[in-house]
T-cell receptor, first 109, second 118 residues
């Protein structure tokens, strides 16, 4: 079945550092891909999405490009802030959402 | 934006007892709600889809007699873990679609409930 693999955390960074979280997927078709973010004490929120190959999703300074050739959807942000500390989930959608294991990111001031 | 709440946020129960977790959509009506389970360092796993006024649809491998789901109103779904055992300890998350026919990714998620069975 469809699945998502993302890099294990935790990831600890200093403010203004560059963040990359790797995500690869396995799917029989051409799923839509997503990144969700979960801030402490809150529910998962959709961060960005891409629905077809070469699409780039972006939001709040985060970006991810749907790469069909490498079956990847890596999340990047050029300069993180303390407020970006959260758990990040990569996901794909067929009739339901399939999630990666989540990556905990901590940004230190 | 749409808000989904869960109660309780944490619960500890003894082995053999049952525990109920509530999921509420606070500012919208949800004909469909979803229940997920997350093990430490693992992904969220869809357990079941809860439909208002009808039986829940369970994913393969999920025991429907173990995890009872009731969606009695358009704003409330409950998950009851019956005769809980330590292996049921997990993080349970619910979500809901604000509109009928919404795609799966348009769900709004609750903050989760940590269940510990001793």
């Amino acid at each position: 079945g469809d699945s998502v693999t993302q890099m294990e955390g935790p990831v600890t960074l200093s403010e203004e550092a560059f963040l990359t979280i790797n995500c690869t997927y396995t799917a029989t078709g051409y799923p839509s891909l997503f990144w969700y973010v979960q801030y402490p004490g809150e529910g998962l929120q959709l961060l960005l999405k891409a629905t077809k190959a070469d699409d780039k999703g972006s939001n709040k300074g985060f970006e991810a490009t749907y790469r069909k050739e490498t079956t990847s959807f890596h999340l990047e942000k050029g300069s993180v802030q303390v407020s970006d500390s959260a758990v990040y989930f990569c996901a794909l959608e067929d009739y339901k959402l399939s999630f990666g294991a989540g990556t905990t990111v901590t940004v230190r001031a | 934006g749409a808000v989904v709440s869960q109660h309780p946020s944490r619960v500890i129960c003894k082995s053999g007892t049952s525990v109920k977790i509530e999921c509420r959509s606070l500012d919208f009506q949800a004909t469909t709600m979803f229940w997920y389970r997350q093990f430490p360092k693992q992904s969220l796993m869809l357990m079941a889809t809860s439909n208002e006024g009808s039986k829940a649809t369970y994913e393969q491998g999920v025991e429907k007699d173990k995890f009872l789901i009731n969606h009695a109103s358009l704003t409330l779904s409950t998950l009851t873990v019956t005769s809980a055992h330590p292996e049921d300890s997990s993080f349970y998350i619910c979500s809901a679609n604000p509109r009928p026919g919404d795609s799966a990714h348009e769900q709004y998620f609750g903050p989760g409930t940590r269940l510990t069975v001793t």
